[in-house]
Structures are given as C-alpha cells and as structure tokens.
C-alpha cells in the first residue's frame, strides 16, 4: 500500500519523536516501504549544527541510526534550508513530501493546548494529496 514514507525529524527534539519513529519503522516493515528523514534547517549556526552541510551530516547520521535501532531496511535522509525555518516550515515540508516522493507522512504530534496555533500535520494533510498519520507521544 505505502511505498515511501516521510518523517519530519527536528533534530533538536529526537527524544519526543520516539513513538513516531516505532511507528513509522513498523509500517515500514509491514508494508517493505522505505523511510526518508527530512529535517528543515536554517543556513545560520543554530544549536543543533553551524551550517546547513553539518545539518545534513547529523541528519544522515541520525537515518543510519534509526535503520539499525528500529530495523528499517531502506533508509535516506532529506535536509532542507530554510531563510526562517519557523515561517517557511509547513510549505518545506510540503515540497519536500513531493521532492522526495513520499506516499505517507509520519509525524511526531503533542495534544493541542491551545486553538491559536495551527498544526504542522493538520497542514501537510490540506496541502498535499498524500496521506499523513499524527502519532501522539
């Protein structure tokens, strides 16, 4: 059914990503889909990396971590530059499910605490023609 699948990775917060990860390894394995990482960055040092290429370094390491921690068999990992990553995150990650040619979105979710944020899922899953699957924490 799904042949490739997409999870946004923000590689400043892995350790709140772990149920998506199982999940999306898990369906990976039920359906022999491959699995691409895509991480959004900006091109200034931040706390996770100096520069986009260390990003995208980091970002391959943590694919090649995830096929052997969670048994993925085919993995990749898709880094993306951003001038403002948090203005342009929703319409990277929407380029990206086509750059790459995804079928289905895994991505990390938390439970909405308030109704003035709008849900980076919620956005992919109206701007894309691909399916999207939220797992909660």
Not at 38 to 45: C, E, F, I, K, R
């Amino acid at each position: 059914m799904f042949q490739h699948i997409m999870v946004p990775v923000d590689l400043g917060h892995t350790d709140k990503l772990e149920t998506a990860l199982r999940a999306a390894a898990d369906l990976a394995g039920h359906y022999g889909a491959r699995v691409t990482y895509v991480g959004v960055t900006s091109g200034q040092p931040s706390s996770v990396a100096h520069t986009p290429q260390e990003f995208a370094a980091k970002l391959a390491k943590f694919a090649a971590v995830q096929a052997e921690v969670n048994g993925v068999a085919e993995v990749a990992s898709h880094a993306v530059t951003a001038h403002d990553p948090a203005v342009e995150l929703d319409r990277k990650l929407e380029d990206a499910v086509h750059e790459i040619g995804a079928d289905l979105v895994v991505m990390g979710s938390h439970i909405p605490r308030t109704f003035d944020l709008g849900s980076h899922g919620g956005r992919i899953a109206t701007h894309t023609d691909v399916s999207v699957m939220l797992v909660r924490a």
